[in-house]
């Protein structure tokens, strides 16, 4: 089968996509037939390098759609889609390839209302989120990326309220058609003083940083008593200074999120959860910005490896 499997950790321009000989399938797994695989910067991270958990060769991607093969034959054309946590495209062959097999406990049964594409750039954006509740406000750093973005879809469909913090007029663009109340530009205004006045004063309930030591300061000074900041990259910086005054007197709560720590039956578990509000309208999943067939993986990679905003997937037509 074609398949982006690499056998070196390198630049892009070292990998290539290439026929490779299936395996067997395992008692207790199915076989599916990839329809469409997201591709996530740290798709780009384990090609790179950037993953110390990664093993090669690997088939790389983390994210997918397709339909069941191969396994049960009550399953078999059933529509699927799961999210690799940090087995597939790391430990294990993944979807950026024409089929990829699973255990059984890790399959999901894809929302009828979603395409193939569609349901395969849902994975990790989605994946990284947890914890929103009805009727909280969310400051979301980095809401022009697909995280951030799926962080407002997210709290809008269980009924709260989401601001975004964006570095520059230049996020503006990409925060079309995402659920916002405001967007604070931290470069041209009192970002704290406006979001205290948009939250009357209180602060917001969480801060969700995608950006790292640049939003830092912001972040802690927005949130309300008791606050929480959930913290999934620091791609803009490593190092942040910690008041512990004011950590322990507003009672604070920072917490570290990373997918590649998940199995691929706990990810699976949150696509079961998220399944009925993308069934129903509730949520949607990311814009597509460009679609890539397989044979152009690379490119793909390419595009996302350069920062460009917008969900980028693999197709297998």
């Not at 790179?48 to 991607?61: D, E, K, M, N």
């Not at 979807?95 to 890790?106: K, N, T, W």
């Amino acid at each position: 089968m074609l398949a982006l499997q690499i056998d070196h950790f390198g630049p892009l321009a070292e990998h290539r996509v290439h026929e490779i000989e299936e395996g067997p399938l395992p008692a207790g797994w199915v076989r599916v037939a990839v329809e469409a695989s997201g591709v996530n910067p740290s798709d780009v991270g384990v090609a790179l390098g950037r993953f110390p958990q990664a093993t090669v060769p690997r088939v790389l991607g983390r994210d997918f759609a397709g339909r069941i093969v191969e396994g049960p034959r009550e399953l078999i054309g059933a529509p699927v889609w799961g999210c690799g946590g940090g087995e597939l495209g790391l430990t294990r062959d993944g979807g950026h390839a024409e089929r990829l097999i699973l255990p059984f406990d890790a399959i999901v049964r894809r929302p009828a209302n979603l395409s193939a594409e569609e349901a395969g750039v849902v994975g990790v954006p989605f994946v990284t989120l947890a914890g929103f509740k009805k009727g909280e406000w969310a400051l979301i750093a980095g809401a022009a990326g697909a995280v951030g973005s799926a962080a407002a879809r997210l709290v809008a469909a269980i009924g709260g309220t989401s601001i975004a913090l964006v570095l520059s007029s230049d996020d503006l663009t990409s925060l079309d058609g995402v659920p916002l109340e405001a967007v604070v530009r931290s470069d041209a205004e009192d970002a704290t003083a406006r979001i205290r006045e948009l939250t009357s004063g209180k602060g917001v309930h969480v801060a969700l940083n995608g950006v790292g030591a640049p939003v830092y300061d912001t972040l802690v000074e927005s949130l309300e008593h008791g606050g929480r900041m959930s913290i999934f990259s620091a791609a803009g910086g490593r190092e942040a200074t910690l008041n512990l005054f004011s950590f322990y007197r507003k009672e604070l709560r920072f917490f570290g999120l990373d997918t590649a720590d998940l199995t691929v039956q706990q990810t699976a578990q949150i696509l079961r959860e998220l399944s009925p509000l993308f069934e129903t309208g509730r949520l949607h999943p990311p814009k597509v910005a460009e679609s890539y067939p397989l044979e152009r993986a690379l490119e793909a990679y390419e595009r996302v490896s350069s920062g460009e905003q917008g969900k980028v997937v693999i197709t297998n037509r």
